[in-house]
């Protein structure tokens, strides 16, 4: 594991393992360095050998190989287990078993790990402002099927509130749902009708109504630092980072 790689810092049981990973430490390359160096998508036009030999190298860190999913920034969550082997479309992974590697892409989206207090479940979000919209923080909590006050998320980088430009849309979407969220948002162009929005505080804001009271992590900008950081937003085409939890 390089020393750049993030192990998250919050007061999940020792045997819950989890691991967010940067752009350092692979073997890919690219127009530009676009997909520089530890790609780990296949979707994105890199040089498919260069992603094996990625995910091989991330995969020395891990109990086994992580139960990819094809992301569709919907609200879907499913269960993992040995037994998953076909990449399923989804945004969110849990899993109550050993060993088992639950993870989730991202370059500017929020990762967020879940686990409850004693460490029998662990959860990995994929969220989009289409899922966090859509409930998919919601959904993953309630078919976690445990007590929310037993639940901890911790927030990964993702692209900052001094970068994240959205339209009414996406204020809608919010607002709409909840007066609160207007909190999340920082109107740039009345005639354009732009905000800045703020989806560390949209993720928290979520996660309290759904009963999450401790979460950690958040506040780390995907986009402000290229030399760390895969972005979509910032590069357009580029490379993928993972969020992984597994119990050991």
Known sequence: MTNDWIVPNWPAPDHVKALFT?????FSSGNNQQYASLNLATHVNDNLPHVEQNRAQ??????????????????????VDEKTTSIIPADAAMTKQRGIVCAVMVADCLPIL??????????????????????????????????????????????????????????????????????AFVLTDDVRKKWLADIFLLA?????????????????????????????????????????????
């Open 204 to 248: 928290r804001q979520r996660l309290l109504r759904a009963g999450i009271m401790q979460v950690d992590g958040g506040g780390v900008c995907t986009y402000c630092d290229s030399a760390r950081f895969f972005s979509y937003r910032r590069d357009s085409e580029t490379g993928r980072m993972a969020a992984l939890i597994w119990l050991k």
């Open 22 to 26: 940067t752009r350092q430490g692979g």
């Open 58 to 79: 991330l995969r020395r860190f891990l109990p086994s190989e992580p139960k990819w999913l094809e992301q569709v920034h919907g609200i879907s969550s499913i269960w």
């Open 114 to 183: 879940l686990c409850n207090r004693t460490g029998t479940v662990v959860a990995v979000i994929h969220a989009g402002w289409r899922g966090l919209a859509g409930g998919i923080i919601e959904k993953t909590v309630t078919e976690m099927a445990v007590n929310p006050d037993d639940l901890i998320a911790w927030l990964g980088p993702a692209i900052g509130p001094d970068h994240f430009e959205v339209g009414t849309e996406v204020y809608d979407a919010f607002v709409q749902q909840d007066k609160q969220a207007v909190q």
